[in-house]
């Protein structure tokens, strides 16, 4: 990892690419909605379906990221938005924005690369998850930041859930992701295939979470090689996901397929509450509970 930290303009650069792809996701997700068949709904109030409400988040005095770019520390300011979506397609979406910035505490500087020489961070990131309607379409789940202590470095990934395993999206998925690895390192892919695989496990279930991506933390090989890996790693998403879901789009499904669906759902959070780091770090050390909480799906089933 480059010891460096960020220069100004490059954390200006990483936000206004993590904000851009924020909207460009929002408006193929929207065009999703608009492309279903049959007649609108209409949300409680009266409100539309298949349209994304912007809520902006100012943090004050609240805590910084942790391992995974999430909170996790003592702070001073900055803030994100949430935009969030409800409709015929995506039962439930969001796609988050944050850029932080302070002190960590000393409970964490020692946790952080670079932070105990110097306890000052900035952060930024997008965070997307996707919870579909039709148990047919898959769950997807993207975030990547880019973090700066006295060190600079990237992290995130992205990972699919379907209800049941389709070969042909799984293949897709993994194809575009694959892609994006090559093009920058030959060796990405298989390391953070294998990092996705074995983060996102159920130890209690012994049972991975979905069919997987990549996952990568920590990552400098120069500023400028990882925040163009980054970005591959967005644009892969926002081509593969949209044309995954249009391939199911318009197909029927049983009560028994929507049960199916909604016991599945009850993996992903136990996976969420139980074992990812950014949504544990989020909730001990009193960060924007919404914005955490906004990955999990919004009915779910236990038998």
């Known amino acids: 990892m480059d010891t460096a930290a960020g220069t100004d303009a490059q954390k200006d650069e990483a936000r206004q690419w993590f904000e851009a792809l924020r909207d460009?996701?929002?408006a193929a997700f929207e065009a999703l909605e608009d492309e279903l068949s049959?007649?609108?709904?209409?949300?409680a109030g009266g409100r539309p379906a298949g349209r994304f409400e912007r809520t902006a988040w100012t943090r004050d005095g609240a805590d910084g990221p942790g391992p995974d770019g999430d909170s996790g520390g003592g702070g001073e300011g900055g803030g994100g938005a949430m935009s969030l979506m409800r409709g015929r397609v995506f039962e439930k979406v969001g796609v988050n924005v944050s850029t932080v910035y302070g002190e960590f505490s000393e409970e964490f500087r020692n946790q952080i690369p670079g932070a105990s020489e110097d306890p000052r961070f900035w952060a930024s990131g997008i965070s997307l998850v996707a919870h579909m309607r039709s148990p047919k379409i898959p769950a997807v789940h993207m975030n990547t930041r880019h973090i700066v202590t006295t060190k600079s470095w990237f992290g995130g990934g992205a990972d699919l859930t379907p209800t049941a395993p389709d070969d042909a999206d799984t293949a897709a998925f993994h194809a575009a992701l694959k892609a994006a690895c090559d093009a920058h390192d030959p060796a990405y892919y298989e390391r953070f295939k294998d990092w996705c695989d074995r983060?996102?496990?159920l130890p209690h279930r012994g049972e991975a979470r979905g069919v997987g991506?990549?996952?990568y933390d920590r990552l400098n090989d120069g500023w400028a090689h990882t925040f163009s890996f980054t970005?591959?790693?967005?644009?892969?998403?926002?081509?593969?996901?949209?044309?995954?879901?249009?391939?199911?789009l318009d197909e029927p499904w049983t009560e028994a397929e929507r049960e199916h669906q909604l016991v599945r759902r009850g993996r992903y959070v136990e996976f969420n509450l139980l074992y990812d780091r950014g949504t544990k770090f989020g909730?001990?050390?009193?960060?924007n509970v919404e914005a955490i909480l906004m990955s999990l799906p919004p009915e779910v089933r236990w038998p």
């Open 24 to 26: 460009r996701f929002c």
């Open 213 to 215: 991506g990549i996952f």
């Open 283 to 287: 909730l001990m050390t009193g960060g």
């Open 38 to 43: 049959g007649e609108p709904l209409k949300l």
């Open 231 to 248: 970005r591959a790693v967005g644009e892969a998403l926002l081509e593969v996901y949209p044309a995954i879901v249009r391939r199911h």
């Open 199 to 201: 983060y996102f496990f």
